[in-house]
């Protein structure tokens, strides 16, 4: 017989690295060795339960043991239950064992306890174009050249970014040419890149929206930059206030302005660059539900009148699905070396094969159809909330709803206390969160938001941020039932005090 180097042993079994170190204790005690080695090797889950062993014969081969070893071996672990055997049927790591594996934790933002979920920025994912998709997918891997599974260019593809340039000039009116457009994975990481290459230039502090996206001030200062609460009001990010704080950046979302529905006016639109320019500063325009507006035509991204100004992001989460990790950044000429330079230390670019798919997708027109899909499926599902708020409260004020992927119901005060009516909704299994919830720590409580009282005074009543998206209208009007008696349960149990009182 040919003798066998240790390297080809290792190829015939994983099984030989696993043992190594115990058939090479010595002679007297490599059998306690080799039955503690591979008893542990089930314990951790590197053997995990189900995985067939190769035979006596077999093993003792790869690890140049004597056949008696290794059957003694199985036959302690056997009876240990560590393996499990049958005649002619080989040995198996045993179903015991899979106590022993440790639980793999998902740590992804996911509510899977509440009846109805109406909590925001959530898109339906079973509108995802899978058939589609899968096409392109092929039709890539297919054609792709092999030297394009090198490292990529760090701001994308030229053939995404050249794509991309077109899709958010014709849709959003920006002015995108493709040397400024850097692919990433999704708004997060361009605000990042952007908070990043700011901070090098100085900055200590940036401007947000107050009510606003606490995604943006949780970004900000993982990047070492401090955020500040901007007040909102009916027309958008207050000037004067903007001008109070001192900042030289500020990120805001003026297309639909996150949580509270508005769209900046012109008049404010006009102000926010005024600003900007007067201080040589930047506007981060995160435009995260753009494209669906539902009444009228979009509003024109505000990069389009300021692009030297003004850093435009957006990416596919809403109108795709968030997991695929893929957004883009359209960013000023004074600025892209800089977040270019960070972005190739940060990741050396976005898959290839992924910026590749979306390419095609959209080149094919295949985006504006899934876009069009959604924009019918979230107007209905918007209509079904609407008409439920109205049916079970009465007196309700909705706003916010031209655009984008939820509303804000402002119930009237008879309808609260606000933390009493959220305990009882809880407990009905409803999630849903208050718009004081999208305000800044700090904030002063002067902010008056579109259509409704200052924020604090007796008048305000209950003020409830719905997200609909990924609800089914039937879905969404039984949420609303079920809310509504919570609530009636509560002016019950109010009204009950007040007689005994």
Partial sequence: MTAQSPDDRERRHPAWELLLPAVSAPSRSRGRHLCSALREAVRSGRLAAGTRLPSSRELAADLGVSRGLITETYEQLTAEGYLRSGRGSGTWVGEAARAAVPTVRDLA????????????????????????????????????????????????????????????????????????????????????????????????????????????????????????????????????????RGVRAVVTTP??????????????????????????????????????????????????????HVAYTGSVSKSLAPGLRLGWLLVPGGLAAEVVERKRVMDLGNPALDQELLARFVERGDYDRQLRRCQRAYRERRDALVAALHEHFPGVRVTGIAAGLHVIARLPGRWGPQDELLARAAAAGIAIRPLSAYRMPTATGDTVLADAAPHGTADDGVQLAFGYAHLSPARIADGVRLLARAAIQELDHARVDSTRR
């Fill in 109 to 244: 933002p996911r509510d899977g306890h509440a009846r109805v979920d109406f909590l925001t920025g959530v898109p339906d994912l079973t509108l995802f174009p899978r058939s589609a998709w899968t096409t392109a997918h092929r039709q890539v891997l297919a054609e792709l050249p092999h030297h394009m599974l090198g490292y990529p260019d760090p701001r994308g593809l030229p053939r995404l970014r050249t794509v991309l340039a077109d899709l958010l000039t014709r849709r959003r009116g920006v002015v995108a040419e493709p040397e400024r457009v850097v692919v990433c994975s999704g708004v997060a990481q361009a605000m990042t890149l952007l908070a990043l290459a700011l901070r090098a230039r100085g900055h200590t502090a940036i401007g947000v929206e107050d009510p606003g996206s606490p995604e943006h001030a949780t970004l900000l200062t993982a990047a070492g930059i401090t955020p500040v609460g901007i007040p909102v009001d009916e027309e958008g990010m207050d000037p004067v206030a903007l001008r109070e």
């Fill in 255 to 308: 297309a639909h302005q996150f949580p509270s529905g508005i769209g900046y006016s012109a008049r404010r639109r006009a102000e926010l660059l005024d600003w900007a320019r007067s201080v040589e500063g930047l506007v981060v325009e995160d435009d995260y539900d753009g494209d669906f507006r539902y009444d009228r035509a979009p509003v024109g991204a505000l990069q389009g009148l300021d692009p030297e």
